[in-house]
């Protein structure tokens, strides 16, 4: 089996797909990372969502598939779903999170219908857009592979030079717009980001869970570190590995999709995180419990046969 | 740069004719004000009473129905450097990974400006108000295992951090220990004696007199505002609580309760 995925390896075309995986996963991991920190894990998940019918619309108009169509549909879809959950949750009582409930199914319904209908046309057959649901590696070529590496590098870039202002924003924008910092700028660039990713991401793991490869990574890196810089890298560097790992059995046992396989990767480490993290994770904690109670007793002990001591003086004493 | 606005009497922050609304109901109606140079001054109201949402809105977080604001006579824009701001403690999540010493540092971030990361500089500006607030010793410390008290001195050092000359505090002294609720006043009056002007949303009334020079009594409106001795009497707090005031005369000092 082992040698089997090293022999898959050597392909020159694998080497390609397994660095577009990685990529994506080290992107979604460092941009999850702030968006887990503003409480908008579902943000992700809804973009995802909402993609969906701007892809097929994309199609529909244009009966080719590229990844850069596809992007510019997802993306005005995007922002048609983020208008809405504004406008929703500034003008009736529904919070946001049931708004963003709502824009997701009904994007998502919308995409679905739209998805059916294009497999039903003639040239569906080839659109491969049914891949697009769960999302599959292989399908990917080598200018995709750029794609990724170009916002990849546009992501990494802007976190670092903008890593102080993204701080900022995501522990207090209230404090940030008082600064005089465009609050709102920076969190459509966010916006922006996470947009990108999930565009890019679709083709290779899948609209139903590319969120999962933003969240994932971010909720375990925050289990072993309390700063951010370490938090952000260590997302992306385990967003890659899942991308890497679900990439690897899913060319070597061909039938599995990637997305998935991505997502269990990242499902294994979150749950390794949980676990043994140092301070925050189970063990750690039980370990520290376990001490506590002996230091405890100990003292106690201490304490009885301090009491005795006396106890015995003064009889003897009497 | 205080010398110059105290020759020319120009008041730290003007208020006029205030107005702001949540959708369409306004919580603060036609609120007009001066402040005047160098006092400390406790803004007085029941929950609710829009309080923060004035502060907000004043500091351009809030849009506003209508009104204007002037900070030493020019609009607040160009004037941010002057302004600190210490935000009630529950708007921020405390589980942020990052360290006292770093909120502190973020006091620093306008005056950094873009891309610019926080330095050598900023890290002893940083600690040197973490000291002021008796909190050196925690600079390190993870946020989230702060209590609230010390929580509240961190952001308390972070207004520190902007160097600024007028102030605002939403609810410094709620949550606190007696022993932060003293280097807090014992701040703000050293704040007071550099000339700064501070304004402070408070809710304890039993320590109002002994706090604040000037108090201002809001509730939606403005029920009334001016120094200390000449606002803070029985009357007109019944104006602004209404009947959620319980007062205990005592001997001609009137002990006032809130009863929230
Ligand atoms: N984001 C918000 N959306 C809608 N209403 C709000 C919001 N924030 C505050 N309010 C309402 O505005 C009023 C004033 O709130 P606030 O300024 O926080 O009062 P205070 O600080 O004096 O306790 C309250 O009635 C509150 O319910
Ligand atoms: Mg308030």
Redesign the interface.
Same mark, same amino acid.
Do not use: C, I
């Given at each position: 089996m082992m040698e089997f995925s090293w022999s898959v390896l050597a392909d020159p075309n694998t080497k390609w797909i397994l660095m577009g995986c990685m990529l994506l996963g080290l992107m979604s991991g460092m941009i999850g990372s702030f968006a887990y /920190?503003r409480?908008q894990s579902l943000i992700g998940d809804t973009l995802a969502h909402a993609a969906l019918p701007g892809i097929c619309i994309a199609f529909m108009l244009t009966g080719v598939k590229s990844l850069p169509l596809f992007f510019i549909g997802a993306f005005v879809s995007g922002l048609i779903a983020t208008y809405s959950i504004t406008v929703i949750t500034?003008y009736t009582r529904i919070k946001a999170d049931a708004a963003m409930g709502i824009v997701l199914s009904v994007f998502f319904g919308i995409g679905i219908v739209l998805l059916t209908q294009i497999q039903h046309s003639p040239n569906g057959n080839q659109s491969g857009l049914d891949k697009f649901l769960f999302g599959q590696a292989a399908s990917m070529i080598h200018s995709d592979v750029y794609l990724m590496m170009g916002v990849s590098a546009v992501i990494i870039i802007a976190c670092t /030079?903008?890593?102080?202002?993204f701080?900022?924003l995501?522990? $207090?924008p *209230?404090?940030?717009? *008082? /600064? *005089?910092?465009p609050v709102g700028l920076l969190e459509q660039l966010l916006m922006f980001f996470l947009v990108m990713t999930v565009v890019v991401g679709i083709q290779a793991v899948g609209v139903v869970l590319v969120a999962a490869l933003l969240i994932t990574p971010a909720v375990a890196a925050?289990y072993w570190? $309390?700063? /951010?810089g370490?938090?952000v890298v260590l997302s992306g560097v385990f967003g890659a590995i899942s991308g890497v790992i679900g990439t690897l059995i899913s060319t070597t046992t061909s039938n599995l999709p990637t997305g998935p396989l991505s997502v269990l990767a990242a499902t294994t480490v979150f749950g390794f995180s949980i676990l043994f993290a140092p301070r925050r994770g189970v063990c750690a904690k039980v370990i520290r419990r376990i001490r506590g109670n002996e230091a405890i007793r100990a003292s106690e002990r201490m304490r009885e046969m301090q009491r005795q001591d006396i106890r015995l003086r003064k009889e003897e004493s009497l | 740069m205080n010398q110059r606005n105290r020759g020319s009497e120009v008041s730290p922050l003007t208020v006029e004719g205030l107005t702001v609304a949540y959708?369409k109901k306004p919580v603060l109606r036609n609120v007009s004000f001066e402040v005047p140079e160098g006092k400390l001054i406790g803004i007085i109201g029941p929950n609710g009473a829009g309080k923060s949402t004035m502060i +907000?809105a004043i500091? %351009? !977080?809030l849009p506003r129905v209508s009104g204007e604001t002037e900070i030493y006579g020019r609009p607040y +824009?160009e004037m @941010?450097r002057k302004?600190g701001?210490v935000?009630q403690r529950e708007?921020?999540?405390w589980d &942020?990974?990052?360290?006292a010493l770093d909120?502190v540092m973020?006091g620093r971030? %306008?005056h !950094?400006g873009? &891309? +610019?990361?926080?330095g050598a500089k900023e890290r002893e500006i940083a600690m040197d108000c973490l000291r002021k607030v008796g909190m050196a010793d925690y600079a390190h410390r993870?946020i989230s295992q702060l209590s609230g008290g010390q929580q509240q001195r961190v952001f308390l050092a @972070?207004a520190l951090a902007q160097n600024a000359d007028l102030y605002f505090m939403d609810e410094p002294f709620v949550g606190v220990d007696a022993m932060t609720e003293r280097a807090i006043i014992t701040l703000l009056n050293e704040l007071k004696a550099q000339g700064k002007t501070v304004l402070v949303v408070h809710h304890d009334l039993a320590t109002v007199k002994e706090y604040f020079d000037w108090v201002m009594l809001l509730n939606v409106e403005m029920v009334a505002y001016g120094p200390t001795e000449d606002v803070f009497t029985k009357s007109l707090l019944h104006q602004t609580y209404g009947g959620r005031l319980a007062v205990f005369d005592h001997e001609d000092e009137a002990i006032l309760v809130d009863s929230r």
């Open positions: /920190l409480k500034r /030079l903008l890593f102080k202002e701080k900022l995501s522990f $207090d *209230g404090f940030a717009r *008082g /600064l *005089g910092f925050r570190t $309390d700063r /951010l370490v938090m | 959708q +907000k500091l %351009g !977080l +824009k @941010r302004v701001y935000p708007s921020v999540d &942020f990974p990052t360290n909120v973020m971030y %306008g !950094l873009w &891309f +610019k990361r926080p993870q @972070r």
